[in-house]
Nanobody
Framework: QVQLVESGGGLVQPGGSLTLSCTAAGFSLKYYLIGWFRQAPGKGREGVSC????????YYADSVKGRFTVSRDNANNAVTLQMVNLEPEDTGVYYC??????????????????????WGLGTQVTVSS
């Protein structure tokens, strides 16, 4: 059974940094497109960043460009999301998810949750002074 696990969330002041990690039990992340999504209270789930396997093509939502960096750590079967200069608007539950490789662009996959077949339970990120 495929299981994704997120870690690294917490409470941080505006301007602070956090690094989230997504690991998996049961399969190797390096063969799948991995996405990071977030959901703020009362809002829908938003694609934050995604990374394709093999080519390493990446997508970032406009709201996080220049502040978030997604990376693969194949040696540890993990995908990380480094977040700097955090803003209160970044508050939410962050999920990682896996999708099969397809001909779709990484942006089109990342902006549509329907392509993702496995999700973690999420980790809370709170940005507040």
């Amino acid at each position: 059974q495929v299981q994704l696990v997120e870690s690294g969330g917490g409470l941080v002041q505006p301007g602070g940094s956090l690094t989230l990690s997504c690991t998996a039990a049961g399969f190797s992340l390096k063969y799948y497109l991995i996405g990071w999504f977030r959901q703020a209270p009362g809002k829908g789930r938003e694609g934050v960043s995604c990374v394709r396997p093999i080519t390493g093509s990446k997508y970032y939502a406009d709201s996080v460009k220049g502040r978030f960096t997604v990376s693969r750590d194949n040696a540890n079967n993990a995908v990380t999301l480094q977040m700097v200069n955090l803003e209160p608007e970044d508050t939410g539950v962050y999920y990682c998810a896996a999708a099969e490789i397809s001909i779709k662009t990484v942006e089109s996959v990342c902006t549509d949750t329907s392509d993702f077949f496995s999700w973690g339970l999420g980790t809370q990120v709170t940005v507040s002074s």
